[in-house]
């Protein structure tokens, strides 16, 4: 009985060993692809962020070299935006950047308000700009309300 006793603890010994192990390589995995997670997502951040840059520079220049609408730099800054906020670790980060998003849309919808008044643009245009703000708004709303 003394022999199947340890035994038993050797093979629970051993047991627990490889569980331990396995829990350790796991978390070990999980570091690794939280730190390959960040790296990706702050490339992405910086490509985009050179990308609505370059954008900016020739929505400025509208008329000369330009050619960027309104709606197309609205679109890239908001892509800026959404990539900053999935690095924004601080409450008070996110809804700094959701507010940016808000003002973003807005302006958009001031646009797409006067172009539907001037003949310009469609009221699907319209109604798409105001749905971005208020889900802008929305988001917003949703971030103030969670607790860290």
């Known amino acids: 009985m003394t022999r ?3 035994r038993a603890l050797i093979v629970t010994g051993i047991s627990l060993g490889v569980c331990l192990s396995m829990v350790a390589a796991s978390q070990d ?5 939280a730190s390959k997670l960040r790296d990706l997502l702050t490339q ?4 985009l962020k050179r990308r609505f840059e370059f954008i900016e520079v020739r929505f400025k220049e509208r008329g000369t070299t330009g050619n960027v609408t309104l709606a197309e730099y609205v679109a890239a800054r908001d892509q800026l935006l959404m990539a900053e906020l999935e690095l924004a670790e601080q409450k008070p ?3 700094e950047l959701l507010k940016q998003r808000i003002e973003n ?3 958009l919808e001031v646009l797409a308000q006067a172009r539907f008044r001037q003949g310009t ?3 699907d245009e319209e109604w798409l700009a105001k ?3 208020l ?5 917003y709303i949703r971030e103030e309300s969670k607790t860290d």
């Open 105 to 107: 849309f807005r302006s």
């Open 121 to 123: 643009a469609s009221k």
């Open 44 to 47: 992405r951040r910086d490509t």
């Open 4 to 6: 199947h006793l340890g």
């Open 93 to 95: 980060q996110r809804l």
């Open 29 to 33: 995995q999980q570091t690794s692809n």
């Open 131 to 133: 749905a971005n703000r």
């Open 135 to 139: 889900q802008a708004e929305i988001d």
